[in-house]
T-cell receptor, first 114, second 113 residues
């Protein structure tokens, strides 16, 4: 069974803390994505990685950075967490061939910044 | 730029009744269209896709969608909903060679007994 796992389901952090959200996929996918999901706004792409050490900004990259040192792992970093980054964060992966359009999602991390 | 509009934020349907969720897209070329479903506490799962050809496409869990180019729509339908269909549904648009998808804002479906 294919899997995308995220390190935490729920996370509470204080304003100004550095926050790491980890995502691991076991499907040998080339592409990995970080989305933010907010009510009424749907899914918005934060960052996209198409290969190890390669990344591309999405629609809302401000306040975030990413790291992809290994193919299976894609990390989202909040350098200095702020209350407006309280949200649900979803990680996804996809292949560059075959079913390229099918993104496999993790269960999400609900982050609260106080 | 591509975009997707889901005009209904929340829909309530009785169990056993039919369902139609609306999706309108904006895209310069022939779009690749998708519906994803997010069950409570879960990530998103692909329901169905449209690339070309037959404008009525079948998906998993008994869902279907119809592509209407003249209306720029890709509405999702199911003839008879089950309580387990309660979820949030997202329409998305993409293009071949561009792995990034643009998602709509979602429609939350509530099923009443």
């Amino acid at each position: 069974d294919v899997k995308v796992t995220q390190s935490s389901r729920y996370l509470v952090k204080r304003t100004g803390e550095k926050v790491f959200l980890e995502c691991v996929q076991d499907m040998d996918h080339e592409n990995m994505f970080w989305y933010r999901q907010d009510p009424g706004l749907g899914l918005r792409l934060i960052y996209f990685s198409y290969d190890v050490k390669m990344k591309e900004k999405g629609d809302i990259p401000e306040g975030y950075s990413v790291s992809r040192e290994k193919k299976e792992r894609f990390s989202l970093i909040l350098e200095s967490a702020s209350t407006n980054q309280t949200s649900m964060y979803l990680c996804a992966s996809s292949s560059t061939s075959g079913r390229w359009y099918e993104q496999y999602f993790g269960p999400g991390t609900r982050l609260t910044v106080t | 730029a591509q975009s997707v509009t889901q005009p209904d934020i929340h829909i309530t349907v009785s169990e056993g009744a039919s369902l139609e969720l609306r999706c309108n897209y904006s895209y310069g070329a022939t779009p690749y269209l998708f519906w994803y479903v997010q069950s409570p506490g879960q990530g998103l799962q692909l329901l169905l896709k449209y690339f070309s050809g037959d404008t009525l496409v079948q998906g998993i869990k008994g869902f279907e969608a119809e592509f209407k180019r003249s209306q720029s729509s890709f509405n999702l339908r199911k003839p008879s909903v089950h309580w387990s269909d309660a979820a949030e549904y997202f329409c998305a648009v993409g293009a071949k060679g561009n792995e990034k998808l643009t998602f709509g804002t979602g429609t939350r479906l509530t099923i009443i007994p």
